[in-house]
């Protein structure tokens, strides 16, 4: 809570201090002032739905090709693209003039913690970040974190202000030693939730790769990334020793009920347990309770998890079509903010409505399959919150 505490006194030129406070402790931000406001009307803000529900909603799947040489590819159609909703093909339709389009971008930075540590490496940071957005109309706000998320600048058009509130932040280097990332990333959607719908979202994430301290609960952190349209892009170091106190098992909470031992325990001790299951039936058994009906996306939770376990900036980050890079010196983040800047405005936006619709996880592959040597990276999942009625 340090660098809460500091932040809301520090950032005064850039918010209120009221606000950073309110922040930090209801993890409610306050609603943008409208000095800051979007070209929008407020009736557009108020129309957006809060969470994607199936068939109603187009889902974005945002996706960078490239070739073996590394380079962008800019030439493919709809057609060339192939789209799969839990193994179902789906419809495509290619969004035009998408680099163009205005962008609501969060800047998410680690100042506690392991962070602390590596905020010398953060001074190229803030000089980028106008070439990060790019020349399209913006909104840029900045979350610091350590054990809790606090705003440290509301959303802006003003990428001096943005800039100086993370100048803010790394001069502040008082934060705790938590490292909240989880509750962090949580907090950043709830901000961009508020934008207008026509704004593109994404968050930039700069923490360590492990969790402490976060609150929610792995089955909520993947409903809370994956149901918005936003791509994250990470930039995430090693904590050292401390990545030995990344989040238990225990963080799965109730998302994964059965027995004490785990869902493919063999305890004859445990009452939960039934010896007369064989081991596969039980591995079945074990995906069935998850949320999502469909075995596809059973697995593809399971692997998710097991990857915010493991790495949760590369995880977040493949989930929903961003890119991970590793922090290794203050050069290394100068370089990959600008193959940042460069992919954010050239990427492929892909839309469909989901034509299998279900409530939970969907789990998502896209390929182009008349065409040899490209990568393509594009989000692989997204989580349907309701299961909307047919348009009429």
């Known amino acids: 809570m340090k660098l809460c505490a500091a932040l809301a006194l520090l950032a005064i030129p850039a918010i209120p201090v ?69 193994g179902i093909p789906q419809k495509l339709t290619l969004e035009q003039d998408t680099g163009g389009e205005p962008l609501a971008l969060v800047v998410d930075i ?50 001096a202000a943005a800039a100086h509130a993370i100048e803010a932040l790394i001069a502040d280097n008082n934060g705790d030693d938590g490292a909240a990332i989880l509750d962090s990333l949580g907090f950043s959607l709830d901000l961009l939730r508020k934008q207008p719908i026509q704004y593109r979202r994404a968050v930039l994430l ?24 936003t ?23 109730d998302s994964t009920p059965g027995p004490a031992h785990g869902c493919m325990s063999r305890d004859p001790n445990d009452p939960n347990v039934n010896l007369n299951t064989n081991p596969a039936e039980q591995a079945y ?28 900036p590369e995880t977040v980050a493949r989930l929903t079509g961003g890119e991970y890079f590793r922090l290794t010196n203050a050069k290394s ?30 789990t998502l592959t896209l390929r182009a399959p008349n065409y040899t040597g490209l990568e393509i990276s594009a989000r692989n999942g997204y989580w349907a919150d309701t299961i909307a009625p047919p348009a009429h």
């Open 333 to 362: 983040l100068d370089r990959d903010l600008a193959t940042i800047s460069n992919h954010i405005p050239n990427r492929y936006v892909l839309s469909f409505q989901p034509q299998s619709p279900h409530a939970g996880f969907h």
């Open 285 to 312: 058994d074990c995906l069935s309770l998850l949320a999502p009906p469909l075995g596809l996306a059973k697995a593809a939770v399971m692997a998710i998890f097991d990857g915010l376990q493991k790495n949760i």
């Open 110 to 159: 680690e100042g506690g913690g392991a962070g602390a540590r590596e905020l010398a490496k953060y001074a190229a940071l803030s000089p980028m970040i106008e070439s990060v957005v790019g020349g399209v109309p913006h909104m840029v706000a900045v979350v610091g974190f350590d054990s809790s998320p606090v705003l440290v600048q509301d959303f802006t058009p003003d990428i």
């Open 231 to 253: 791509a994250i892009y990470s930039i995430g170091f090693s904590s050292g020793v401390a990545d030995l106190k990344h989040r238990s098992a225990k963080a799965l909470g």
């Open 206 to 229: 700069i923490s360590e790769t492990n969790d402490r301290d976060s609150h929610l609960k792995l089955e909520e952190a993947l409903r809370s990334i994956s149901d918005t349209n």
């Open 18 to 86: 009221a606000l950073a406070q309110s922040a930090a402790q209801t993890g409610s931000p306050s609603a943008p002032p409208s000095t800051a406001a979007p070209v929008a009307s407020p009736a557009d803000a108020a129309s957006q739905p809060p969470t994607l529900s199936a068939r109603s909603t187009l889902v974005l799947v945002p996706a960078l090709v490239r070739n073996k040489a590394g380079e962008l590819v800019f030439t493919l159609k709809a057609g060339d693209f192939i789209l799969t909703d839990d």
